[in-house]
Each structure stands twice: as structure tokens, then as C-alpha cells.
């Protein structure tokens, strides 16, 4: 049996706080069911009627209903304090601004509110802390900025001051053709502010090209981490001028990239030494595999993407440190490594890398009976 550290989890979102009943809950699963059938005969499905009944009480692979009439008997926040404390995490970087159009997309509209940082970390006696996302930054700017001027002004110390407690900026990688090196002219940052604040409506999601450029750079010259969340599909060798740009900055870039754009990613994260890649929310073993033949062991890091249900957050670390173990045994028993090289480099991938990355050590989390510590 593989000893692993408490995993850190380096991207995740809030649950639900209320309760779920069956349509809601299963509607939070990843993928969309054909008419006539249940997402509980997927592998999420299934992964939850295994792993998550025993941690409320419940048997295994006890029917749908059963297992959500016992989490209603439970109370929504107990279940979630049961689930989130057993599933072997130890800290949280929680991007309080739900899963967007680039991150994990429910089947049915997000819920209107998921718990905050300090509540997950609460519920999950672990520090939880918090990346910011760039894009409702400048909303929320522009929503009480009346000029050009105050807007770039105010961006600017927006930004400044969300770095003095967020673990990481994040941004989407949206902006084509993948944030070309170096920030935008002065000249075109104002035009094309001009003219967003001229037809936006309030809370009005930034898609400006230019603008997203500038407030990038702005995150990269606060030396915090920086996300950057890709959609399904896109193709993270694309940020390659950016990557170049950046080095040597002193501001870390981790890619957060699932199936299929793993590959790649892990490329990257070989070709710089500023750069990283996280697991994604699907750490099956060829997944797993691939990542770790092409990116460094130093510079993978382990995340569940978890998104409204307590439920993902324990099948994702499930699911990893079984597709983690089986990895390194067979590599053990073939003699390409040794048990302690193994123990060594799992520690790393499942909470190290984080750590070093994010500089958690010594650094206070938002959780409640934990806070503050990092073990």
C-alpha cells in the first residue's frame, strides 16, 4: 500500500451548501444522460455509490435514493463534513468563482451559490485558500469605474491588492492567440478599454482580447502563480510566445488542462522551468501515465476540479491515488525504481509540488480547526 501525504488539492470550487434531492444531485455529474437514463450508471456514478456511502454510515453500492435519503438524514452540512474530512485532502486552492464556461460545466445551470474558501475549509477542517480569477476582477472594476482612466487605474490596484492574500491569480485561456508575448501597448489598452466600458452592461463577462492581455501581465508582475484554465479542446502549445515571455519573471504558470490536452501541457511543463501541469479532473491511469513520461516529476501537480459536491472530491482523490499506486508498484516491480524513489516522488506529485509552488509552508489557510496549518 502506497503512504501518501494528505493530498493538496491545487484546483477546486465550492459545494453546495443546501440540500440536493435526486434530479439536482445527479444533474452535478459530470456528462449529460440520454433520455431514459441515469448518470449513475457512469463511471462518476458508480465511483460515488462505492467510495462516499461507508463515510456517511451507509453501505456500499447502496442504491441512488438510499444513499441521498441517508445524506438528507444526515443535514447537508454534516454529510459534507463527513465527505470532504474523509477524503484524505489536507489543503484547498478554491476558485470561489464557480466552474465558468472554461472549467467543469454541469448539465444543468450552476447553483447560485457554493460555499467560500473559508467555508469549505471549515466543513474540511483543512486549510482551504484562494486563487482569484482575473476576468470578474475587472468586472466588478468596471461595474464602479466611470472612466477610462479610473478603470486602468483601478484595475491596477485591484490586482495589486488581491495579491497580498490570493494563493494564485487565474485567467482562461481565451484570449487569442494565447496571450502573444509581452503586454499590450498603453495606446490600444485604452481604446479598447474605452470601448468595452462603452457596451458593456453590468457584470458583463470581459472577453476583450487586449484588455485580458493587460490584465495578465498585470497578475505576472505580482510574482503570484498564474492559472490558466483551458477548455476542452484547446491546444496549450499556443501559449508557447507567452511561456517565452514570462521566463525568468519570476511568476510560476500552471496550466490546469485535462483529457486530451494533457499531452501537451506536460510538454510545456518539461520545455520551461517556470511552468507546470496539473492532473486534471480525470486522473485515470493512462492519463496519469502519460503525464509522467513527458513532464518532470517536480513539476506535476495533483488537483480534482471538484465542482458543487463534496461527492467528486472524494472519487478525484480516489480515483489518483489508485491510479498513482498502481503506476509506481508496476514500476517498482520491474525493477525501474526503487520503494523509497517511489514513496519520494508520489509525496511530491500528490501535495510537494504544490506546497513549493504555491509556498503554502507557513502560510495560513481559511480553514477552522486546522487553520494555519500546513501538515
Known amino acids: 500500500m502506497l503512504e501518501l501525504p494528505p ?52 453501505e456500499p453500492h447502496c ?14 452540512y454534516e454529510a459534507t463534513r463527513r465527505l470532504l474530512r474523509g477524503a484524505g485532502i489536507g489543503a484547498y486552492l478554491v476558485d470561489p468563482a464557480g466552474s465558468g464556461a472554461d472549467g467543469p460545466v454541469p448539465a444543468a445551470p450552476p ?32 461595474d464602479t469605474s466611470g472612466t477610462v482612466g479610473a478603470f486602468l487605474a483601478n484595475v491596477a490596484e485591484a490586482v495589486h491588492t488581491a495579491a497580498r492574500t490570493a494563493i494564485a491569480f487565474s485567467v482562461a485561456d481565451t484570449c487569442p492567440p494565447g496571450f502573444p508575448a509581452g503586454p499590450p501597448d498603453a495606446g490600444p489598452v485604452r481604446h479598447a478599454a474605452g470601448a468595452w466600458l462603452a457596451r458593456r452592461a453590468a457584470g458583463e463577462r470581459l472577453d476583450d482580447p487586449v484588455l485580458l ?15 490558466i484554465r483551458g477548455p476542452v479542446g484547446a491546444d496549450p502549445l499556443r501559449l508557447t510566445p507567452f511561456l517565452h515571455a514570462t521566463a525568468g519573471l519570476g511568476t510560476d504558470v500552471v496550466l490546469l488542462r485535462g483529457f486530451p490536452g494533457h499531452r501537451p501541457a506536460a510538454r510545456l511543463a518539461a520545455a520551461f ?21 513527458l513532464a518532470p516529476f517536480g513539476k506535476v501537480l495533483f488537483s480534482t476540479g471538484a465542482y458543487a459536491l463534496p461527492e467528486l472530491y472524494v472519487i478525484g482523490a480516489r480515483l489518483f491515488r489508485e491510479a498513482l499506486e498502481r503506476l509506481v508498484t508496476d514500476w517498482v516491480a520491474d525493477g525501474a525504481w526503487t520503494p523509497a524513489d517511489a514513496r519520494r ?31
Request: proline content about 9%; aromatic content about 6%; charged content about 20%.
Open 111 to 142: 447553483p447560485p451559490d457554493l460555499t467560500s474558501p473559508k467555508d469549505l475549509g471549515s466543513a474540511a477542517a483543512a486549510p482551504a485558500y484562494e486563487t482569484v480569477r482575473l476576468e470578474p476582477l475587472a468586472q466588478q472594476v468596471a
Open 63 to 76: 442504491t441512488p435514493a438510499h444513499y441521498l435519503a441517508g445524506r438528507r438524514d444526515l443535514g447537508a
Open 213 to 227: 492581455r493587460h490584465l495578465v501581465w498585470n497578475a505576472v508582475a505580482t510574482g503570484r502563480p498564474l492559472q
Open 273 to 293: 522551468p517556470h511552468v507546470y501541469t496539473d492532473i486534471g479532473s480525470a486522473p485515470v491511469a493512462s492519463a496519469l501515465a502519460e503525464t509522467l513520461e
Open 7 to 58: 493530498l493538496v488539492d491545487a484546483h477546486c470550487h465550492g459545494v453546495v451548501p443546501g440540500e440536493l434531492g435526486l434530479g439536482s444531485f445527479e444533474a452535478l455529474l459530470a456528462g449529460t444522460a440520454a433520455p431514459g437514463t441515469t448518470l449513475f450508471d457512469s463511471p462518476a456514478g458508480f465511483a460515488v455509490r462505492r467510495w462516499c456511502p461507508p463515510l456517511l454510515g451507509l
Open 345 to 375: 516522488v508520489a509525496g511530491l506529485i500528490a501535495a510537494g509540488n504544490a506546497r513549493r509552488v504555491y509556498g503554502l509552508q507557513g502560510r495560513p489557510g481559511r480553514g477552522r480547526e486546522r487553520a494555519g496549518s500546513d501538515r
